[in-house]
C-alpha cells in the first residue's frame, strides 16, 4: 500500500532541493537497483505484486507493494518493470592527499543529465573513482542521472564541490588537465597516472575562472591533423577519449 | 507566405516515407542550414522577416517569408531562431573499389537518432567520408539526427544499403572490423588505413547475421585490464575510441 505521504515523498526527490534536504535519491528498474544497493543503503523500496512474483527484492528499511496504477504515480518510467527504490546518499570523507594519488575527473557546469550519466559511465569503465562536480553542473542524484548512469553511481563517486577551491589547492601537488581548440596534443603529451581532467561546459567549455587553474592544456587532434571539420566533439566524447588515452599509457 | 500545402509538404518531411519519396529532408537554425548548403540544394528557404532583418538568406530555389506564428506549424524547434531549409539529398554513387581505398563506418541497427547524430559528428572529426547504414537504422536525414550531426553530414555521406550483401562483398577486398567483448586489444591489434567499422545496436550489439561477416575481431580495454565495471561503452562513445585508434597509428 502505498499512503499519499509516502507518494509526495518519493516524488519530491525528482527536485534536488528535497534531494539535499533528505539526502536521498530514487533509482528504478531491477539490475539498476540491484546495482546501486550494493553501495547504498535502500530506505524504501516499492514494488507492484507481478514484480514481486518474479524477482527477489533487496534489502531494504521498509518494502511496500504498490498496485500498477499506485505505482505508476512515482514512476519516470515510459514502461516501468515495477520496481523503484528511495536510497540514502553516503558521504565520502577524502583527504586532499588520497585525491592527489588517483586519477579524476572535474565537472565544469556540465548541464546535460544524458552527458552526465555516460560520462559517470566512462569513468567506471575507466577505473576512475571519483568524480568532482562543481555546484553548477547537473546533479548526479536526479533521476535521469542515475538512470542514464546504469549501475556505474555504485562504484563511482560523485562530490559536489566548491570546484575553483578545490583545484586551487589540488594544482599545488598534482596537474590538473584541460582540453582546449589549443594545447599539447593529448598522444604526444606526457600523462601521468595521476591528476584531474577537467570537463567543460557543453556549450561554452571550461570556464575563464577554471581555466586560469589547469596546469596541463591539452587538445584532441582532429584528422588529418588541422583538417576543418565539426568545431567540437561532444563533451562525453571528448571524455572518452581522454580518459582512454591515459589509461592506454598504463597498460 | 506560407500556403497550406507548403506547410503540410514541410511537416511530411518528419517521416521517413516522405523524406524517401520526395528525396528531401528538412534542417532549422542559421548556421546548420548555412553549413548544409555547402553540399546539397536547397529547394525551399523558410524565414520569419525577423530572421531576415539580421542574417543574409543562402540561395534557394524558393524563399519564403513566413511570420512567426506560421512558422511555428512547420519548425520542430522549442525556440526556433526562423530559418528552417528544405534540402534535396544528394545521389552519391561510388564503386566498390573507392569505398575499400578508405576507412568507413557500417551501421547495424542504431536506433537512437541522437547517438546516429554524434557517429556523424565523429565521423566527420576524424576525416571519415563514408558511413553505410543498414535500412533498419535510425534515419541519417531524420530531423532530429540532422539537427545533432550539427553540420557533419554536410561533409560525411550516409548511404543507405544492404548492409549484409555490401559487407559480403567488401570482406574480400578488405577488413571488416568489429567490436566485442572478447576479441583482439584494439591498442595492440594492427590497424590500417582502410576498411569499415562495423558498430552495432544500442542494446544488442552487432548482430548474428552481420558479425559473420566481421573479418577482425576488436575489444576496448577497460582499466584496469579486467575490472568489472560498466558492462558496455554507449555505442557513440565506442565509435569515438575506434575512430581514434584508427587515426592515432597514422599521425
Known sequence: MLSKNKIKLITSLNQKKFRDETNMFIAEG????????????????????????NNTPIQAD????????DYKKISNQKNPQGVLAVFRK?????????????????????????NLGTIIRIADWFG??????????????????VQASMGALARVRVHEVDLPNLL???????????????????????????????LGNEGNGISAEIEKLVTERLFIPSFPP???????LNVSVATALVCAEFRRRLI
Chains 1, 2 share one sequence.
Not at 588541422?226 to 567540437?232: H, P, W
Open 30 to 53: 531491477t539490475k539498476l537497483v540491484k546495482d546501486l544497493s550494493t553501495t547504498f543503503r535502500c530506505e524504501i523500496l516499492v514494488v507492484t505484486p507481478e514484480w514481486l512474483d
Open 62 to 69: 521498509e518494502l511496500l507493494i504498490a498496485n500498477y496504477e
Open 90 to 114: 553516503t558521504a565520502f570523507v577524502m583527504s586532499l592527499q588520497e585525491i592527489c594519488s588517483e586519477l579524476s575527473l572535474a565537472l565544469d557546469e556540465i548541464q546535460d543529465p544524458g
Open 128 to 145: 576512475i573513482k571519483q568524480i568532482f562536480s562543481s555546484q553548477t553542473s547537473a546533479d548526479a542524484f536526479a533521476p535521469k542521472v
Open 168 to 198: 586551487s589547492e589540488f594544482r599545488k601537488k598534482a596537474p590538473v588537465y584541460g582540453t582546449f581548440l589549443k594545447g599539447q596534443n593529448i598522444y604526444t603529451a606526457p600523462l601521468g597516472s595521476r591528476g584531474i581532467v577537467v
Open 226 to 232: 588541422g583538417n576543418s571539420t565539426s568545431e567540437s
